[in-house]
């Protein structure tokens, strides 16, 4: 099984910053591509950004030169740094894991998710 805690989320000022973290653990051989995803209300949850276990990121266009993700794969985290934040990156924030097991199979896992509000 895999866990993935999220932290974080919470409620700002249009301009503001806010920072997520997600921690992964369980026994698998090891986490790939580690990422946040985001939905809000009557939305399809869309891709944020994402970044392999050799540090290569992709962001959605909404977010490039706002949102900075990191990880460190010593202590399986990964973290979305969010500065210049709008009323329209309100929702519910994901983290999710691409995961290959021992036995070699790969699945993805989610966490159960952030609230992030942006007032105006």
């Known amino acids: 099984q895999v866990q993935l805690v999220e932290s974080g989320g919470g409620l700002v000022q249009a301009g503001g910053s806010l920072r997520l973290s997600c921690a992964a653990s369980?026994?698998?051989?090891?986490?790939?591509?580690m990422g946040w995803y985001r939905q809000a209300p009557g939305k399809q949850r869309e891709l944020v950004a994402t970044i392999t276990n050799g540090g290569i990121t992709n962001y959605a266009d909404s977010v490039k030169g706002r949102f900075t993700i990191s990880r460190d794969n010593a202590k399986n985290t990964v973290s979305l740094q969010m500065n210049s934040l709008k009323p329209e990156d309100t929702a519910v924030y994901y983290c999710?894991?691409?995961?290959?097991?021992?036995?070699?199979?790969?699945?993805?896992?989610w966490g159960q998710g952030t609230q992030v509000t942006v007032s105006s």
């Open positions: 369980g026994r698998i051989f090891s986490f790939d591509v």
């Open positions: 999710n894991a691409q995961v290959t097991t021992f036995s070699g199979s790969r699945f993805g896992s």
